[in-house]
């Protein structure tokens, strides 16, 4: 069974730094897509970042600069270093398996993503 564990999250003030981690088990993660999404209260789940078999990246606007997604050199761990960090940025954030090699146009879409974690809160106060 395919399990996808987050940690690292928590409260810090604004301009803060966390480093979320990703631990993906019983599936090989060196060959797909892999991405973090975040989730707002009374918010649509949107997408963060991705990482491909080759190591390619992609981030949504509000995040680039100051996040930066990677892969141990196994691979079976997904990072997210979240740097500067905002109030906005205040969310349950996921790591979410993509059953392609190369991260899609349509990367940024859930519904693509097919093996989810459960969650790690990250909280930023002004």
């Known amino acids: 069974q395919v399990q996808l564990v987050e940690s690292g999250g928590g409260s810090v003030q604004t301009g803060g730094s966390l480093k979320l981690s990703c631990v993906v088990s019983s599936f090989n993660s060196k060959k797909y897509c892999l991405a973090w999404f975040r989730q707002a209260p009374g918010k649509e789940r949107q997408a963060v970042a991705s990482?491909?078999?080759?190591?390619?990246?992609t981030y949504r606007d509000s995040v680039k600069g100051r996040f930066t997604i990677s892969q141990d050199s196994t691979k079976d761990t997904l990072y997210l270093q979240m740097n500067n960090l905002q109030p906005e940025d205040t969310a349950m954030y996921y790591c979410?398996?993509?059953?392609?090699?190369?991260?899609?146009?349509?990367?940024?879409?859930?519904?693509?993503?097919?093996?989810w974690g459960q969650g790690t809160q990250v909280t930023i106060s002004s």
């Open positions: 990482i491909d078999v080759d190591g390619g990246t």
């Open positions: 979410a398996v993509n059953p392609k090699f190369y991260c899609p146009d349509s990367w940024n879409l859930p519904r693509d993503y097919i093996y």
